[in-house]
T-cell receptor, first 111, second 116 residues
Framework: AQSVSQHNHHVILSEAASLELGCNYSYGGTVNLFWYVQYPGQHLQLLLKYFSGDPLVKGIKGFEAEFIKSKFSFNLRKPSVQWSDTAEYFCAVNFGFKTIFGAGTRLFVKA | ETGVTQTPRHLVMGMTNKKSLKCEQHLGHNAMYWYKQSAKKPLELMFVYNFKEQTENNSVPSRFSPECPNSSHLFLHLHTLQPEDSALYLC???????????????FGPGTRLTVL
């Protein structure tokens, strides 16, 4: 069965630190990949998405993600986080007609 | 800012009550979704509608009853719920369910449901 796993449930960083959140999936076929962010008290927002082409995808607010097909991974990165990046981050993978979300990673950035 | 609206934003109900959650999308999409978001659990897909037809029911108990009168509106009718049904219920929409870019989902703010 298809699955999506996010390795870290909680991450605490200081401002200006670099961020990398892991996301792996299990499925051998074609996938479409997404990262969503949920700021405290707000709705889920699309951060970035990958469908085809350049495996390095740039999203809003300085985030980027790299699709590594051989590793079934789509890790989210940001070179320098800000306090305002405190939020919960969800990886999602679309397998044909179905989209599965990871359990989420809560990021807390200390000012 | 969001093209998907949900009402009410908060709902408290007893186990014998009947209530409904409403979702409306203003994006011209044809697919709509209900998700349940509980603390410390992954987002759980409940129902999917594509062009008003239900295409997925993810083994959801019958005390949750969806209704999709048109492509812009989605309801979730609730009756005889249990305390463990307390959660954030999210609605989402996408262009359709054919995969690829058309499957990009846009979410509403959710309804925070508490069952006493």
């Amino acid at each position: 069965a298809q699955s999506v796993s996010q390795h870290n449930h909680h991450v605490i960083l200081s401002e200006a630190a670099s961020l990398e959140l892991g996301c792996n999936y299990s499925y051998g076929g074609t996938v479409n990949l997404f990262w969503y962010v949920q700021y405290p008290g707000q709705h889920l927002q699309l951060l970035l998405k990958y469908f085809s082409g350049d495996p390095l995808v740039k999203g809003i607010k300085g985030f980027e993600a790299e699709f590594i097909k051989s590793k079934f991974s789509f890790n989210l990165r940001k070179p320098s986080v800000q306090w305002s990046d405190t939020a919960e981050y969800f990886c999602a993978v679309n397998f044909g007609f179905k989209t599965i979300f990871g359990a989420g990673t809560r990021l807390f950035v200390k000012a | 800012e969001t093209g998907v609206t949900q009402t009410p934003r908060h709902l408290v109900m007893g186990m014998t009550n009947k209530k409904s959650l409403k979702c409306e999308q203003h994006l011209g999409h044809n697919a709509m979704y209900w998700y349940k978001q509980s603390a410390k659990k992954p987002l759980e897909l409940m129902f999917v509608y594509n062009f008003k037809e239900q295409t997925e029911n993810n083994s959801v108990p019958s005390r949750f009853s969806p209704e999709c009168p048109n492509s812009s509106h989605l309801f979730l009718h609730l009756h005889t719920l249990q305390p463990e049904d307390s959660a954030l219920y999210l609605c989402a929409s996408s262009q359709d369910v054919s995969g690829g870019v058309k499957n990009t989902q846009y979410f509403g703010p959710g309804t925070r449901l508490t069952v006493l």
